[in-house]
């Protein structure tokens, strides 16, 4: 099976600006979730999608949203992007279920920068 | 609830063993383990799913105190291809709609020829 992908692999942005980043899941796989990952705060929960609904959110403002298709890709999007947004942005996707206790397979991430 | 990761980081000569410990200050339903090298993504090693399970894949094993929410992660003999920063994710009990997987801020391994 292939693996998860996400596009693009690198982004450069302006203070200010949106961003949309994409991520398809393993095929089969029903679970989309997204991470922030910074050097300072490690691996930060963003969200989690699940047949197209939000199940699962973390703690981050409401410029940070998601919306997943009725094919399971996963669609991340940043409002008003701020200096500190700059991250690798990780999705991973696991198999359907209510609970997270799957193994979760990650993408290589989005290389986020603003500027 | 961040899980908290013990050591912050070792340096091991191969095939020396490491033991990375993982506590919660909340009651858990699952802890993961994840490795992830230099520039890629983290990558599944073993989910523990009860109090007590200890689960193996090669020479990297870990168990799982629930009564303590702790987790451990032992790598024996360990292998230049260790070499990593490993996390812990914890889940806690079901609740409806706040189900997610917190990480530890990570134990980083360098195994030296």
């Known amino acids: 099976k292939a693996g998860v992908t996400q596009t693009p692999r690198y982004l450069i942005k302006t203070r200010g600006q949106q961003v949309t980043l994409s991520c398809s899941p393993i095929?089969?796989?029903?679970?989309v979730s997204w991470y922030q990952q910074t050097p300072g705060q490690g691996l930060q929960f963003l969200f989690e999608?699940?047949?197209?609904?939000?199940?699962n959110k973390g703690n981050f403002p409401g410029r940070f949203s998601g919306r997943q298709f009725s094919n399971s890709r996963s669609e991340m999007n940043v409002s008003t992007l701020e200096l500190g947004d700059s991250a690798l942005y990780l999705c991973?996707?696991?198999?359907?279920?209510?609970?997270?206790?799957?193994?979760?397979?990650f993408g290589p991430g989005t290389r986020l920068t603003v500027t | 609830q961040q899980p908290v990761q013990s050591p912050q980081a070792v340096i091991l000569r191969e095939g020396e063993d490491a033991v990375i410990n993982c506590s919660s200050s909340k009651a858990l339903y699952s802890v993961h383990w994840y490795r992830q090298k230099h520039g890629e993504a983290p990558v599944f090693l073993m989910i523990?799913?009860?109090?007590?399970e200890q689960k193996g894949h090669e020479k990297i094993s870990a168990s799982f105190n629930e009564k303590k929410q702790q987790s451990s992660l032992y790598l024996t003999a360990s292998q230049l291809s260790y070499s990593g920063t490993y996390f812990c994710?914890?889940?806690?009990?079901?609740?409806?709609?706040?189900?997610?997987?917190?990480f530890g801020q990570g134990t980083r391994l360098t195994i030296n020829p």
């Open positions: 095929s089969g796989h029903r679970s």
């Open positions: 991973a996707s696991s198999l359907d279920g209510l609970a997270l206790s799957y193994e979760q397979y």
């Open positions: 523990l799913l009860k109090g007590g």
């Open positions: 994710g914890t889940e806690m009990p079901f609740i409806q709609g706040a189900q997610k997987l917190v």
């Open positions: 999608y699940f047949s197209e609904t939000q199940r």
